[in-house]
């Protein structure tokens, strides 16, 4: 079955990087919209970033500039750089995967594989 698997959360100070990593399997990873995630307590569920097929990406106005989505096919692993972390980064991020084109790739509800998750906090 479809699993995706996240890792490379944890806690920085503002301004500070981290990488988050989500390795796939059970599926043709190469083939698949892949995206970032992240809600934060009380929050909804938001798109961070997301790369189709063919390497196109998409990002949210509020990480413009400071993130980054990658991926890889031979390891069947999607990335996200993320530079100059703000406190309102904080949350869970989740990546998340669909067999096809996308047309709102930023929208939850167009994915229908999910990881667990892991956790990003930035301190002030």
């Known amino acids: 079955q479809v699993l995706l698997v996240e890792s490379g959360g944890g806690s920085v100070q503002a301004g500070g990087s981290l990488r988050l990593s989500c390795v796939g399997s059970?599926?043709?990873?190469?083939?698949?919209?892949m995206g970032w995630f992240r809600q934060a307590p009380g929050k909804e569920r938001e798109g961070v970033a997301a790369i189709d097929s063919d390497g196109r990406t998409t990002y949210a106005d509020s990480v413009k500039g400071r993130f980054t989505i990658s991926k890889d096919n031979a390891k069947d692993t999607l990335y996200l750089q993320m530079n100059s972390l703000k406190p309102e980064d904080t949350a869970m991020y989740y990546c998340?995967?669909?067999?096809?084109?996308?047309?709102?790739?930023?929208?939850?509800?167009?994915?229908?594989?999910w990881g667990q998750g892991t956790q990003v906090t930035v301190s002030s």
């Open positions: 998340a995967a669909y067999p096809g084109p996308l047309a709102t790739p930023l929208a939850a509800w167009e994915y229908n594989y």
């Open positions: 059970g599926f043709t990873f190469s083939t698949y919209s």
